[in-house]
């Protein structure tokens, strides 16, 4: 079983609508959790952390933790076409010296 | 953006032949790792460094070795390219792991 698991997609939502990533870890030691954004082509970015249980906002950007069911999402909203990436999470165990990636799911934002 | 630079960023080798990529940093990060990105298997991890000349394995670490003798540069050989290596290869630097990685620009490697 993958340590990181997110939806594959690719989902697709209209623009303005509110769009849903979903991501569920199985280190329940995991402290720290990231979301990525990477286009096509480029290099993945950082765009969200989260440490604590709640939700964190950044923007058009919501990051939602709940460690009891191991599970981290991120809302986009208003969504607008340049949101069209595919979005990576990223889970990190206290000890760890790295992070772990989950596959992916692929977002397109239809105008 | 973090001060990431990878060399070179498109690369074409034969089977057999030795690569190595570089990955240099201004950033000071005490972190530093070598990703592999696939279609249809995502980043995969293949060695990481947590200081000067400390480094360890990742999850696709056959065929590669790594070096780190200085804190901005970390390098990464293919032994001896296969047409499996080819792909893009991400380096990312982090302060702490809790507080996410940065990643370079890429190098693009096609093994033929």
């Known amino acids: 079983q993958k340590e990181v698991e997110q939806n594959s997609g690719p989902l697709s939502v209209p623009e303005g609508a509110i769009a849903s990533l979903n991501c569920t870890y199985s280190?329940?030691?995991?402290?720290?959790f990231f979301w990525y954004r990477q286009y096509s082509g480029k290099s993945p970015e950082l765009i969200m952390s989260i440490y604590s249980n709640g939700d964190k906002e950044d923007g058009r950007f919501t990051a939602q933790l709940n460690k009891a069911s191991q599970y981290v999402s991120l809302l986009i909203r208003d969504s607008q076409p340049s949101d069209s990436a595919t979005y990576l999470c990223a889970v990190n165990g206290g000890s760890a010296r790295q992070l772990t990636f989950g596959s992916g799911t692929q977002l397109t934002v239809l105008p | 953006d973090a001060g990431i630079t990878q060399s070179p960023r498109h690369k074409v080798t034969e089977t057999g032949t030795p690569v190595t990529l570089r990955c240099h940093q201004t950033e000071n990060h005490r972190y530093m790792y070598w990703y592999r990105q696939d279609p249809g298997h995502g980043l995969r991890l293949i060695h990481y460094s947590y200081g000067v000349k400390d480094t360890d394995k990742g999850e696709v670490s056959d065929g590669y070795s790594v070096s780190r003798s200085k804190t901005e540069d970390f390098l990464l050989t293919l032994e001896s390219a296969t047409s499996s290596q080819t792909s893009v290869y991400f380096c990312?630097?982090?302060?702490?792991?809790?507080?996410?990685?940065?990643f370079g620009p890429g190098t693009r490697l096609t093994v033929t």
């Open positions: 990312a630097i982090s302060e702490s792991p809790g507080q996410g990685a940065y």
């Open positions: 280190d329940r030691g995991s402290q720290s």
